[in-house]
C-alpha cells in the first residue's frame, strides 16, 4: 500500500501562484508514477501533470489548460512530489488530488492510491 496527502491549496488571487506538495509513504519502491488531478464543481476530474517516478519523465494534458503554467516535480529525498502553479486563473479553482499508481502509463487512468484532496480557489 502507498499513502499519499496533499498539502498547499488555498485561496489566491487571479494572476498569483500556489504550489502543492504531495508526500508518498509506504511501498513507494512499487511506484511507477505520480500524478495531478483536479475536479471542479460539476465537472469531470481532470488530469493535471504526471511524473514518473524513477526516471522523472514528465506528463502534461495534450490540451493547453496548464501548459505553460503548471509544472510537475518530484524529490526523491522526501518522497515528495510538487505541482508548481503560476499565472492562475478563475477556472483552476477546484479540488486538486494526489495520487499514485504501479504501472504505465502515467498520464492515464487508473491510479491505484489517491489522497483526500486539497483546496484551490481562484479569485477573480
Known amino acids: 500500500q502507498v499513502q499519499v496527502v496533499e498539502s498547499g491549496g488555498g485561496l489566491v488571487q487571479a494572476g498569483g501562484s500556489l504550489r502543492l506538495s504531495c508526500a508518498a509513504s509506504?511501498?513507494?519502491?512499487?511506484?511507477?508514477?505520480m500524478g495531478w488531478f483536479r475536479q471542479a464543481p460539476g465537472k469531470e476530474r481532470e488530469f493535471v501533470a504526471a511524473i514518473t517516478w524513477t526516471d522523472g519523465r514528465l506528463y502534461y494534458p495534450d490540451s493547453d489548460s496548464v501548459k505553460g503554467r503548471f509544472t510537475i516535480s518530484r524529490e526523491w529525498a522526501r518522497n515528495t512530489v510538487y505541482l508548481q502553479m503560476t499565472s492562475l486563473k478563475p477556472e483552476d479553482t477546484a479540488v486538486y488530488y494526489c495520487a499514485a499508481k504501479k504501472f504505465p502509463p502515467a498520464q492515464a487512468a487508473p491510479y491505484d492510491y489517491w489522497g483526500q484532496g486539497t483546496q484551490v480557489t481562484v479569485s477573480s
Open positions: 509506504g511501498r513507494t519502491f512499487n511506484m511507477y508514477a
